[in-house]
Every structure is written in C-alpha cells, then in structure tokens.
C-alpha cells in the first residue's frame, strides 16, 4: 500500500522557520521523483519543489528560491523541505507527491500525501 506522511506544519512568524517531513512508503523510493506543492486559500495548487529520482538534484519555484531548501535521506524513506524567511503569502496545505519522472505540474503525480497546513502570520 503506497502512503505519503506529511508532518512538520504548523504556526511560524514572518522571517520563521519550518521543516516539513514526508514519509514514503508503498513504492521504489530510491527512484521515484518527490516533490512539495501547496494548495492556499483561493488559489490553485502551486508546485513548491522537486528532487529527482535517484538522487539529490533539486527544483524550485522562482518564489522560493533562496528560501526553501528540499533533501531526501533514502535510509528513512524521507523527503524534507526546509522553509527559512517564510513569508505571509506561504500560507498554505503543503502536500508530498511522487512519480517515475520528475514534473513540476502535480496534476500528473501518481501518488499523493494528504497535506500538512503551514500558517505564516504575525
């Protein structure tokens, strides 16, 4: 059974700091492509990050660069994106997905996590 584990959400202030986790299972991880999007109020789904399969090479969103670091540990099964200097607008359910080729439309992710809400206010 293939699952995806957010955890790490939460309440940060402006120029705060996250670590969202995703716990994988169910699938080849070491291959799989994994990537972060978020889905804000009123919005539509945003592609966050991606890390591609089989090893460390990552991808980012223009708003998050410089800010947003993601990483894999293959022992663990785990991605993680590291959000420094959050701002308001990154307030957002944070979701995990995975799938063979790395893409940043999640719209075309075979798998999905169930999300973790990160809220940025002061």
């Known amino acids: 059974q293939v699952q995806l584990v957010e955890s790490g959400g939460g309440l940060a202030q402006p120029g705060g700091s996250l670590r969202l986790s995703c716990n994988a299972s169910?699938?080849?991880?070491?291959?799989?492509?994994l990537s972060w999007a978020r889905h804000a109020p009123g919005e539509g789904r945003e592609w966050v990050a991606g890390?591609?399969?089989?090893?460390?090479?990552?991808r980012y969103t223009d708003s998050v660069k410089g800010r947003f670091v993601m990483s894999r540990d293959f022992v663990k099964h785990e991605v993680y994106l590291q959000m420094n200097n959050l701002q308001i607008e990154d307030t957002a359910v944070y979701f995990c997905?995975?799938?063979?080729?790395?893409?940043?439309?999640?719209?075309?992710?075979?798998?999905w996590g169930q999300g973790t809400q990160v809220t940025v206010s002061s």
């Open positions: 997905g995975a799938d063979q080729t790395f893409s940043n439309k999640s719209s075309a992710w075979r798998y």
């Open positions: 169910g699938f080849s991880f070491s291959t799989y492509a």
């Open positions: 890390i591609y399969g089989g090893g460390q090479e990552t």
